[in-house]
């Protein structure tokens, strides 16, 4: 691959598509807020389709480049393999944005209202991936960062849990007598100020009292300006959780806030005495960050220091290499020479491991991801049956129930959903039956709940459905990390393994044959 085609790649990925991604993130953002011309969006989206398909047609035109060495024919192919998944992944921006900018009208429809915020989240999430695209080049040298930025978010975890699970209490006990709430509030932020930290474990977590600290203060004064309390906790999102808030949210529209800020409570002390499997997830991050560290860090030693060495060694001896050593050589002199694809393709599991580490520390029920939402759409449920609990116990019917649930709901993906639901139910039919349709409860759990319904204990049923579901997500999110933890390290050994052989099997054939003469 010739220094030209190797400007032009690097050229795309760190200049063209995260620029498109940058304008597309402003745009969108202000298409949320409708402080932007009618045309800027259409114009983008016709600036992206244009680009991916002259690319499109460039990198086909190319082929494999013919005028290419042999031995640069397969980075040439990973090149435009690459090339064309960023291609495609502009093009299908392009073409969403004219689908948003079609929907972006004036007065539209509910429904057309849910498909218009899905497809926007979509496009903001494709935006923010064409802006991270310079990450490729840069994800290794990120692990270290990421290693101590670990150590001052999750040395708190177990703090962050207790706190939450002492505002709810003081919140559930409040509201349970009636008691004004921003007095307590104060006088809770109070008590967070007088703690200590001496180690460098304490001195994270009083960060984040400080910054909870301030969040207790604000909180207290939206509710003395006269902010319900849903509103006021959405107005500080850092306190308490996603989920939290749409249960707290549909407790209060059903007339039972109280009741729902206990189970909030509840679940949290629960979490809390959860702490330890929790961790052990949350250090699989850093166990595998150091060792994806330790392989880069060896597989750039090798490529730089020894197999030139070695290389030189083997040539001044005069003699065949075997089949392993001399691929590893080829492998190592192919990574020097192409540096700037090998980077690329090198850095992708480190972002994978960095993605999946924020993902873990965000928790996956307050992502906003679309592509996840809609393909595991079971990762809200557990919220969802508390939330249609709360509901039926304050007398709602439950389409009226399910209203209140779109109305709250964290994500459009999950609203939608919950639309076609509400409709089910409003023509007569078994909401049970559509649910399971939605992919959002199984066979079993329809059972459950139609039996529930005719018994007449359909919100116990749903507590408890809510609290199954959440125990069978953790189960299967440990026993993954558990898995994965030995396939790290298997992977690993066998990288090693293999350096070994390849390098020391030539120096014992030379040996056996310098015994010999």
């Not at 960060?207 to 006269?226: N, P, V, W, Y």
């Not at 209203?403 to 049970?432: D, H, K, M, Y």
């Amino acid at each position: 691959m010739n220094d030209n085609i190797t400007l032009l790649y690097a050229t795309y990925t760190i200049l063209v598509v995260p620029s498109g991604g940058a304008m597309l993130l402003f745009v969108t953002k202000r298409q949320r807020l409708q402080h932007q011309p009618r045309w800027l969006l259409p114009l983008l989206a016709a600036e992206f389709l244009l680009v991916s398909g002259i690319g499109v047609v460039t990198v086909v035109g190319w082929g494999l480049h013919g005028n290419a060495e042999p031995g640069d024919l397969f980075p040439c192919l990973v090149a435009d393999s690459m090339m064309m998944a960023m291609l495609m992944i502009v093009g299908w921006s392009g073409w969403q944005a004219v689908r948003v900018s079609r929907l972006a009208r004036p007065e539209i429809s509910p429904a057309e209202q849910l498909d218009l915020a899905e497809r926007t989240g979509m496009l903001q999430t494709a935006a923010w991936f064409q802006a991270g695209l310079p990450l490729l080049f840069v994800a290794p040298l990120a692990i270290p960062i990421c290693v101590v930025m670990f150590v001052f978010i999750e040395g708190p975890a177990s703090v962050r849990h207790a706190k939450r699970g002492h505002l709810l209490w003081l919140l559930a006990i409040a509201v349970r007598r009636q008691q004004p709430l921003p007095p307590l509030l104060d006088s809770f932020g109070e008590s967070l100020s007088g703690e200590q930290a001496f180690s460098i474990w304490r001195f994270a977590g009083f960060l984040k009292r400080s910054r909870f600290r301030m969040s207790i203060h604000q909180l207290a004064e939206r509710l003395q300006s006269g902010s319900s309390l849903p509103d006021a906790l959405a107005d500080c999102p850092r306190l308490l959780s996603r989920t939290t808030l749409v249960t707290i949210r549909v407790g209060h529209e059903s007339d039972c806030l109280a009741d729902s800020l206990e189970r909030e409570a509840r679940r949290h002390s629960q979490s809390a005495q959860q702490t330890d499997a929790v961790s052990g997830i949350s250090m699989f991050f850093l166990y595998a960050a150091v060792v994806s560290l330790a392989t880069i860090s060896l597989c750039a030693f090798q490529v730089a220091f020894l197999a030139p060495r070695l290389k030189g060694v083997f040539d001044s001896f005069d003699f065949e290499l075997p089949t392993i050593t001399h691929n590893l050589i080829h492998a190592s002199d192919m990574m020097a020479s192409h540096m700037v694809l090998a980077n690329t393709v090198m850095s992708l599991p480190c972002l994978l491991l960095i993605l999946l580490g924020i993902s873990w520390h965000w928790g996956l029920e307050n992502m906003r991801i679309p592509w996840l939402t809609r393909r595991w759409p079971r990762l809200h449920t557990a919220g969802i049956f508390r939330s249609l609990s709360l509901a039926l116990e304050g007398n709602r019917p439950i389409d009226q129930a399910l209203s209140i649930q779109i109305e709250a709901s964290q994500g459009p993906e999950v609203a939608a959903r919950l639309e076609r639901v509400r409709e089910t139910v409003a023509a007569g039919n078994s909401g049970w039956a559509a649910l399971r349709s939605e992919r959002m409860i199984n066979s079993r759990e329809e059972n459950v709940l139609e039996c529930a319904q005719r018994l007449g204990n359909l919100p116990w049923a749903l507590q408890l459905l809510a609290n199954s579901a959440e125990r069978r997500l953790h189960r299967r999110m440990l026993w993954v990390f558990q898995v994965a933890r030995p396939v790290v390290i298997g992977t690993l050994g066998l990288l090693v393994a293999y350096f070994c052989i390849a390098l020391f099997l030539p120096l014992l054939k030379l040996l056996s044959e310098q015994a010999q003469s």
